[in-house]
């Protein structure tokens, strides 16, 4: 009843002051509609047994397990890797398979794949095309059952396996590849749009970035079943867990680092170099492993043809590795937590050794792993290696690669924002390939963070969002819940990066508080480390650690491009009688209400009203404090939410 005659004296009141209210601007219709953004029934799926309604995993969640052994040798002069690579499969699901799928991304460099057909090369002649590329299967085989054979079709970028007897549930098989798989080198004819392993060309030698670069296990999940996406360029990679143990054969003159820990340094370096390399395990100053100086002297590496360089990393998702005869390599360590000290590495050519920017590479990586290890998780690996390279910017665990030429602002960002991936997708082992901006607009949040924190605010003038607020919600941009080669080359970083970060802060800074977010958000990384999160998953995680409904939120910002215009549609000022005030939304967005209000006086008054004033309705009108005269009022007068027509934001008296 108390209910009913509320809304009941609401209506007489609107009825009245459509009257008698003096109106600051035109009518239009509003495009709001609050059973869209606060439904009865939820628009998140139901909670099950493997993923809670609490954002939390379930107590029958369950994902399956991926180990690699990989014997590799480098042919630099034919940019050939070759080799093995041994896969035992945990089949942790409850259902048997008969068949497997892995990932085969190099395939994409192959002249009619998918990938090139969708535009991942611009050709310079579209008479040429590139050199066919991709990977070379020899033979796939049974480790045990006498080394059967096992039968596989590839298709474009995926190949499946049929087991010759069903893997049920508990089960393990052990199968090798025989493999080999050419360096995409020939830029004559085209230009990559997406690039994430390469080869630069220095001075000293080249150095080879070297990623994707063995067939991968696909994920299986509860989810979709298997993720069999083709890998187009811009939708990254969905992968297991699992351990790691690589082996890797080259020339000695190359110097060789990698995503894990390095299990033989007395085999591959000199004396000297194992000297500084143990020296760097403690020091909390770079120690010059090679030095610039050393880089042409032929005594700075063993005395004979080839090394093999071994290391092994656990309950990792990926690794990558790097080789080059070119490399400076410094070192130095430091703790990320009260019981944890590691290893961080920068490798660089000569050509890079400049003040503003590889020179100062390991003051940069022990900033940024101390602090979001601080602030969120404990970085997770022994070892972090930073590598000067062909690349923009591009991340694997334990190991970046950043672009060779970057400096200033630039070099910052990209060192701080590929570590930052640590954190996402390394340890929370989201699906990049449907959803890219669960890890780089997450990164990006954080990065903009951790500048605000360094050196003394050195960067602060790095612009967190590089184009107008409002461009993030213009009509032509797809939703963020967009599967990334769904989204345009030029509207990816807007949307997956930039729009991701502007709201994720918004979220933090204004509608929630600094402090309840962090505690939700840390929540969440160590919920879903080691996991693989859904979006629904980390919706639902967030309202649950802050005791929030944001299904508004999520729906309009994230599954919707749904836009905020509030508008003051009327003010009924009176000298006698407080001044009453209808703000309107005109858009299908909400946020919460903030007015300022300026009296005859001088004295100003801040109104802050909570998002649930939209819950049924489009407008809201509220009365000032004071019985005084007011002379303007202003909505958001911070300008801190993303309203798009701020012309409709202010009144002013005559």
């Given at each position: 009843?108390?209910?009913?005659?509320?809304?009941?004296?609401?209506?007489?009141?609107?009825?009245?002051?459509?009257?008698?209210?003096?109106?600051?601007?035109?009518?239009?219709?509003?495009?709001?509609?609050?059973?869209?953004?606060?439904?009865?029934?939820?628009?998140?799926?139901?909670?099950?047994?493997?993923?809670?309604?609490?954002?939390?995993?379930?107590?029958?969640?369950?994902?399956?397990?991926?180990?690699?052994?990989?014997?590799?040798?480098?042919?630099?002069?034919?940019?050939?890797?070759?080799?093995?690579?041994?896969?035992?499969?945990?089949?942790?699901?409850?259902?048997?398979?008969?068949?497997?799928?892995?990932?085969?991304?190099?395939?994409?460099?192959?002249?009619?794949?998918?990938?090139?057909?969708?535009?991942?090369?611009?050709?310079?002649?579209?008479?040429?095309?590139?050199?066919?590329?991709?990977?070379?299967?020899?033979?796939?085989?049974?480790?045990?059952?006498?080394?059967?054979?096992?039968?596989?079709?590839?298709?474009?970028?995926?190949?499946?396996?049929?087991?010759?007897?069903?893997?049920?549930?508990?089960?393990?098989?052990?199968?090798?590849?025989?493999?080999?798989?050419?360096?995409?080198?020939?830029?004559?004819?085209?230009?990559?749009?997406?690039?994430?392993?390469?080869?630069?060309?220095?001075?000293?030698?080249?150095?080879?970035?070297?990623?994707?670069?063995?067939?991968?296990?696909?994920?299986?999940?509860?989810?979709?079943?298997?993720?069999?996406?083709?890998?187009?360029?811009?939708?990254?990679?969905?992968?297991?867990?699992?351990?790691?143990?690589?082996?890797?054969?080259?020339?000695?003159?190359?110097?060789?680092?990698?995503?894990?820990?390095?299990?033989?340094?007395?085999?591959?370096?000199?004396?000297?170099?194992?000297?500084?390399?143990?020296?760097?395990?403690?020091?909390?100053?770079?120690?010059?492993?090679?030095?610039?100086?050393?880089?042409?002297?032929?005594?700075?590496?063993?005395?004979?043809?080839?090394?093999?360089?071994?290391?092994?990393?656990d309950n990792t998702r990926d690794f990558a590795w790097t080789a080059s005869k070119s490399f400076i390599w410094e070192a130095l360590s430091?703790?990320?937590?009260?019981?944890?000290?590691?290893?961080?590495?920068?490798?660089?050519?000569?050509?890079?050794?400049?003040?503003?920017?590889?020179?100062?590479?390991?003051?940069?990586?022990?900033?940024?792993?101390?602090?979001?290890?601080?602030?969120?998780?404990?970085?997770?690996?022994?070892?972090?290696?930073?590598?000067?390279?062909?690349?923009?910017?591009?991340?694997?665990?334990?190991?970046?690669?950043?672009?060779?030429?970057?400096?200033?602002?630039?070099?910052?960002?990209?060192?701080?924002?590929?570590?930052?991936?640590?954190?996402?997708?390394?340890?929370?082992?989201?699906?990049?390939?449907?959803?890219?901006?669960?890890?780089?607009?997450?990164?990006?949040?954080?990065?903009?963070?951790?500048?605000?924190?360094?050196?003394?605010?050195?960067?602060?003038?790095?612009?967190?969002?590089?184009?107008?607020?409002?461009?993030?919600?213009?009509?032509?941009?797809?939703?963020?819940?967009?599967?990334?080669?769904?989204?345009?080359?030029?509207?990816?970083?807007?949307?997956?990066?930039?729009?991701?970060?502007?709201?994720?802060?918004?979220?933090?800074?204004?509608?929630?508080?600094?402090?309840?977010?962090?505690?939700?958000?840390?929540?969440?990384?160590?919920?879903?480390?080691?996991?693989?999160?859904?979006?629904?998953?980390?919706?639902?995680?967030?309202?649950?650690?802050?005791?929030?409904?944001?299904?508004?939120?999520?729906?309009?910002?994230?599954?919707?491009?749904?836009?905020?215009?509030?508008?003051?549609?009327?003010?009924?000022?009176?000298?006698?009688?407080?001044?009453?005030?209808?703000?309107?939304?005109?858009?299908?967005?909400?946020?919460?209400?903030?007015?300022?209000?300026?009296?005859?006086?001088?004295?100003?008054?801040?109104?802050?009203?909570?998002?649930?004033?939209?819950?049924?309705?489009?407008?809201?009108?509220?009365?000032?404090?004071?019985?005084?005269?007011?002379?303007?009022?202003?909505?958001?007068?911070?300008?801190?939410?993303?309203?798009?027509?701020?012309?409709?934001?202010?009144?002013?008296?005559?």
């Amino acid at each position: 009843m108390h209910t009913t005659l509320r809304y009941s004296n609401f209506l007489k009141f609107a009825a009245l002051t459509l009257l008698t209210f003096a109106c600051h601007l035109s009518f239009g219709q509003s495009k709001y509609n609050p059973s869209d953004l606060f439904p009865a029934l939820p628009i998140l799926p139901a909670g099950n047994e493997y993923r809670a309604a609490t954002g939390e995993p379930g107590p029958a969640y369950w994902q399956n397990q991926s180990d690699y052994v990989i014997d590799v040798s480098l042919d630099d002069k034919n940019n050939l890797v070759t080799g093995t690579v041994t896969v035992t499969y945990t089949n942790n699901s409850p259902k048997a398979l008969s068949a497997l799928w892995m990932q085969l991304e190099q395939n994409v460099y192959k002249k009619d794949s998918k990938g090139v057909l969708a535009g991942l090369f611009l050709y310079k002649n579209p008479e040429e095309k590139i050199t066919d590329g991709g990977f070379d299967i020899t033979d796939i085989k049974l480790n045990d059952n006498n080394g059967a054979k096992i039968d596989y079709q590839v298709y474009d970028t995926r190949m499946q396996l049929h087991l010759p007897q069903t893997l049920k549930s508990g089960q393990k098989i052990s199968f090798s590849i025989h493999y080999s798989y050419r360096f995409p080198v020939n830029y004559k004819n085209a230009d990559f749009q997406v690039n994430r392993t390469d080869l630069l060309q220095t001075k000293d030698g080249n150095i080879y970035a070297v990623a994707q670069w063995y067939p991968r296990m696909c994920v299986l999940d509860d989810v979709e079943g298997w993720n069999t996406l083709p890998y187009l360029g811009n939708g990254e990679f969905y992968l297991d867990f699992g351990n790691f143990n690589v082996n890797i054969t080259l020339p000695s003159s190359y110097i060789v680092e990698a995503s894990g820990d390095l299990l033989n340094p007395e085999e591959v370096l000199t004396p000297e170099q194992l000297k500084r390399w143990k020296l760097a395990k403690d020091s909390s100053e770079p120690v010059f492993i090679r030095s610039a100086k050393e880089v042409k002297d032929a005594g700075s590496r063993p005395a004979k043809p080839t090394c093999t360089w071994k290391f092994k990393m656990d309950n990792t998702r990926d690794f990558a590795w790097t080789a080059s005869k070119s490399f400076i390599w410094e070192a130095l360590s430091f703790p990320v937590s009260d019981e944890k000290r590691i290893m961080a590495c920068s490798l660089y050519p000569a050509e890079s050794l400049k003040p503003n920017s590889w020179a100062r590479s390991s003051e940069y990586v022990k900033f940024t792993l101390q602090y979001f290890s601080k602030k969120w998780l404990t970085y997770p690996f022994n070892k972090a290696v930073n590598v000067a390279s062909n690349l923009d910017g591009m991340e694997y665990p334990g190991m970046v690669f950043c672009a060779a030429k970057d400096t200033g602002n630039m070099y910052w960002a990209v060192v701080n924002h590929e570590l930052g991936h640590t954190w996402f997708p390394m340890v929370v082992g989201s699906n990049e390939r449907k959803y890219a901006w669960m890890d780089e607009g997450f990164n990006l949040f954080m990065d903009n963070m951790a500048t605000k924190e360094f050196n003394k605010g050195e960067f602060i003038g790095y612009k967190e969002i590089d184009i107008p607020v409002t461009a993030l919600f213009a009509d032509t941009l797809k939703p963020i819940i967009t599967r990334p080669d769904a989204i345009p080359g030029n509207q990816v970083y807007t949307i997956e990066y930039q729009k991701v970060a502007y709201l994720l802060a918004l979220l933090r800074n204004q509608v929630l508080g600094a402090g309840r977010f962090d505690r939700a958000f840390s929540q969440y990384i160590r919920n879903w480390a080691y996991k693989h999160p859904t979006p629904f998953d980390f919706f639902r995680s967030i309202n649950n650690s802050t005791g929030e409904d944001l299904t508004w939120f999520w729906k309009s910002m994230f599954i919707e491009n749904f836009k905020l215009d509030q508008k003051i549609t009327r003010v009924e000022n009176s000298a006698k009688n407080k001044t009453r005030i209808a703000i309107e939304n005109m858009e299908k967005a909400v946020m919460p209400l903030v007015v300022e209000i300026t009296y005859a006086s001088g004295q100003k008054e801040l109104r802050t009203f909570p998002v649930e004033i939209w819950e049924y309705t489009h407008s809201y009108t509220f009365t000032a404090n004071k019985a005084e005269p007011v002379t303007k009022v202003i909505i958001d007068p911070e300008q801190v939410y993303p309203d798009v027509d701020r012309t409709n934001n202010v009144y002013q008296a005559n």
